[in-house]
């Protein structure tokens, strides 16, 4: 069985550095923001390349708290693609604002022509979902957001690295979001995430705010959360960053390979926008009979996963949004033909091959 993904062949790459450094932080008798979380966090800042980097639990507190230092509130509309990640929208919602829905393009990011005819004198903020590792069309939504004079957020949650003319997501926006979910591309070994920004009272509002409104032990200057990074996940993630380019490098070449082997004219490969450096957090394709595809994927023994089956306006937990069934057809038709077939870091040569030839092979007769 070839799995959809298989997260152990990452820790095994570097599983003494990972098991020295667990049996450090055990042995220091300091686990919650220390040493470890102050040096990720520069570190991180430095990769990215904004002034700072604040360390959360998750990514999904990350776009919370993250829109919720750019003041958004209550009545506030923010702009995002319809095939989102459900997080994306609750880090809106979550703060009382109302998602402003845009169709997605054939990369799969949101469709900046688009974007204009949805801006009201509601609308605070853009919020760019760089979905599947693949990058938005930065230089038209950065315009965008200058010219309407709205907030700019990121969610590189799953776009470690990726950048758009040779900068780095996560510091366009006035505020990048990223989580170190175990799957992501910079996974950690449990919950963990983490903002950028060049905005040093952002950060500073958010570090207050993670760690109930507290600077300054039994001094609480606001009514904060707790959302703090742990220092295991902070000294573990420190090990991944260091060999970020070499995992990222792995996943291109599987995408590569991918790219040039697989030939079936059911299916449609990803696209890659030319400005744009991807990290290929997902190999998605599409293909119209899916229900068909999956089971014929599985009787050969080859996992899949769709990312997502169902858009965020059609879920139970938006229905007060009314958004109805059919308001967004690229979006509706991505979540009905989307598959993401085996890809992970450590992935044998064998089994891209046996996957390509498997998906090759899918109903060739006709
Ligand atoms: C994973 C993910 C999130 C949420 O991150 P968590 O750490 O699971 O809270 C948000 N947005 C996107 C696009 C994601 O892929």
């Known amino acids: 069985m070839i799995k959809a993904n298989r997260m152990d062949r990452g820790f095994y790459k570097y599983q003494k550095e990972y098991e020295d450094k667990v049996l450090e932080v055990l042995r220091s008798g300091w686990y919650i923001l220390g040493n470890e979380v102050s040096c990720f966090e520069k570190e991180f800042a430095s990769y990215i390349g904004t002034k700072d980097c604040v360390g959360l639990a998750s990514g999904l507190d990350a776009l919370w ?31 009382g604002a109302t998602p402003v829905f845009v169709e997605p393009d054939c990369y799969y990011q949101i469709d900046v022509s688009k974007i204009e005819e949805k801006i009201t004198s509601k609308t605070k903020a853009v919020l760019v979902v760089h979905l599947y590792g693949q990058v938005a069309k930065m230089d038209e939504i950065v315009r965008l957001c200058n010219k309407y004079n709205l907030k700019l957020v990121e969610d590189c949650a799953q776009a470690h690295g990726a950048a758009f003319q040779n900068k780095k997501v996560g510091a366009f926006g006035d505020i990048g979001c990223f989580s170190f979910y175990p799957s992501k591309n910079l996974g950690a070994f449990g919950d963990a995430g983490a903002i950028t920004t060049d905005n040093l009272e952002y950060a500073e509002y958010i ?13 609480n200057k606001m009514v904060g959360t707790n959302s703090r990074l742990d220092e295991i996940q902070a000294g573990l993630l420190r090990i991944k960053l260091k060999h970020i380019q070499e995992i990222t490098d792995e996943r291109i070449k599987i995408a590569e390979k991918y790219n040039c082997g697989i030939h079936n004219k059911k299916i449609i490969k990803p696209q890659v926008r030319k400005e744009t450096y991807g990290v290929w957090h997902q190999y998605v394709i ?20 769709i990312h997502y089956p169902i858009p965020p306006h059609l879920s139970k937990a938006y229905q007060y949004l009314n958004v109805e069934k059919g308001s967004f057809p690229v979006t509706e038709k991505y979540a009905a033909t989307v598959v993401s077939i ?4 450590g992935m044998e040569d064998e089994e891209q091959e046996k996957v390509i030839e498997i998906i090759n092979d899918y109903k060739s007769e006709e």
């Open 65 to 95: 708290i993250a829109l919720k230092a750019l003041g958004i509130s209550n009545g506030d509309e923010v702009i995002v693609q319809g095939n989102a990640y459900i997080a994306s929208v609750m880090g809106i919602t979550r703060n």
């Open 207 to 219: 570090r207050v705010f993670r760690n109930y409104g507290s600077e300054k032990r039994y001094y």
């Open 286 to 305: 599409r293909i119209e009979d899916r229900n068909d595809f999956i089971q014929y994927l599985e009787n050969c023994g080859v996992g899949s996963l």
């Open 342 to 345: 085996p890809f992970y870091n």
